[in-house]
């Protein structure tokens, strides 16, 4: 049988949304709980009901070229992008979903345009947040503004983690994006773990304990 095609997101719910006159909606999604080092990262996206982006998609199922492309296609036809953080040091404080959820706020928060709803991925939305919204589960490859928010974040989590390949060279960042791959476990056992490591984290709290 042939492969199933994934479901392509679209802009129904929000274009529902827009006829109740509850507008802007942001999309918004986070990347980077699993990884053992480097912040999670989360976007808000409030996408141009007149200018939507084509090559959408669920981040994770796209190539790096493609998420690149659509990338620029997100970040010149959207009414408002903004960007969220939580470091290492914030998840080993408060544990990963809290700081999830910090990321996110934060992303929201940022935004240009004051969202009047919020579509979030997933099954759990942030608390705190400033106007009504709902999640989606799978939100990614269902809504066009999370599947826009979720392409932000990644692309802009990986270029950073790039950048500080080139800081921390030994860990090889630039190519797992701080994931614990066995390469980076190897190199965490020689070289123990830096800054950007979650030292909350079991890989990396088993290693310093050897």
Not at 9 to 22: M, Q, S
Not at 150 to 168: C, F, Q
Request: one cysteine or more; hydrophobic letters at 45%; aromatic letters at 6%.
């Amino acid at each position: 049988m042939p492969p199933v095609k994934p479901p392509s997101p679209h802009f129904r719910r929000e274009r529902a949304l827009l006829r109740a006159n509850c507008w802007p909606v942001a999309g918004v999604d986070e990347v980077g709980r699993g990884p053992l080092a480097g912040p999670v990262t989360a976007a808000a996206v409030i996408l141009d009901p007149d200018r939507l982006p084509r090559g959408l998609g669920d981040s994770k199922a796209m190539t790096a070229s493609a998420r690149e492309i659509a990338y620029e296609a997100i970040m010149s036809r959207a009414l408002a992008v903004a960007i969220g953080f939580a470091p290492a040091d914030e998840i080993d404080r408060v544990n990963i979903r809290q700081a999830t959820f910090a990321a996110m706020r934060r992303a929201l928060h940022g935004l240009s345009l004051r969202a009047a709803y919020v579509l979030v991925d997933g099954s759990d939305a942030p608390p705190g947040l400033h106007c009504p919204g709902e999640t989606i589960v799978r939100g990614d490859s269902s809504s066009l503004s999370i599947a826009a928010a979720s392409i932000i974040a990644k692309v802009t989590r990986d270029r950073m983690m790039t950048r500080l390949d080139k800081i921390y060279p030994h860990y090889g960042f630039a190519r797992h994006m701080g994931y614990g791959v066995p390469a980076h476990l190897e190199a965490l056992r020689i070289h123990g773990a830096c800054v950007l490591h979650r030292r909350s984290f079991s890989p990396i709290r088993a290693l310093a304990s050897l």
